[in-house]
T-cell receptor, first 115, second 110 residues
């Protein structure tokens, strides 16, 4: 079964609203989680590294005020897309590292459509 | 970051072996070679990883060149469910972060 749970799987929202995506590690604790976005027919692009109990580290070109990341516990990280616009429509994917076996597990992704 | 080079796409017939190549000529001594695959509309899933020796698991085999500058993912008997984008990724043993390249889109012909 899935070891990283991501919700919702699909969301449609109006322009200007905020959307929160949750990422949970089910079988292990994750001090670090990652958030990616993916446009159709393209590869995954790393947006930020989410660190439990501290601020997220954003990749170059990713607006930290636009994409708010909270990692309040060892099993939960959230990504909030604030004031969403149509150009934010994308497939968002989270991942978490199981330190014990050195494997990175991915959520099933969230398809965001902003009207 | 050390980079990898993969063919954009490959085709294979169902129930035949598939060899997916990956070049990583700038690999460092502490880089692990990881393979992930992504089925349509899903997040990537782990396939296999290795450092120097060839590796086998229930999903695939990983053959690593002696100089570690290239590797090959081997699917021993492809099925239609193996149609996906396969990513070859280098990850330093001290780094959790994974940067994805463009990957190889594998088409399986019935």
């Amino acid at each position: 079964g899935a070891v990283v749970s991501q919700h919702p799987s699909r969301v449609i929202c109006k322009s200007g609203t905020s959307v929160k995506i949750e990422c949970r590690s089910l079988d292990f604790q994750a001090t670090t989680m990652f958030w990616y976005r993916q446009f159709p027919k393209q590869s995954l692009m790393l947006m930020a590294t989410s660190n439990e109990g501290s601020k997220a580290t954003y990749e170059q070109g990713v607006e930290k005020d636009k994409f708010l990341i909270n990692h309040a516990s060892l099993t939960l990280s959230t990504l909030t897309v604030t004031s969403a616009h149509p150009e934010d429509s994308s497939f968002y994917i989270c991942s978490a590292m199981d330190q014990l076996n050195e494997k990175l597990f991915f959520g099933s992704g969230t398809q965001l459509s902003v009207l | 970051d050390a980079k990898t080079t993969q063919p954009n796409s490959m085709e294979s017939n169902e129930e035949e072996p598939v060899h997916l190549p990956c070049n990583h000529s700038t690999i460092s001594g502490t880089d692990y070679i990881h393979w992930y695959r992504q089925l349509p509309s899903q997040g990537p899933e782990y396939v296999i990883h290795g450092l120097t020796s060839n590796v086998n698991n229930r999903m695939a085999s990983l053959a690593i060149a002696e100089d570690r500058k290239s590797s090959t993912l081997i699917l021993h008997r492809a099925t239609l469910r193996d149609a996906a984008v396969y990513y070859c990724i280098l990850r330093d043993m001290g780094d959790d972060k994974i940067i994805f390249g463009k990957g190889t889109r594998l088409h399986i012909l019935p």
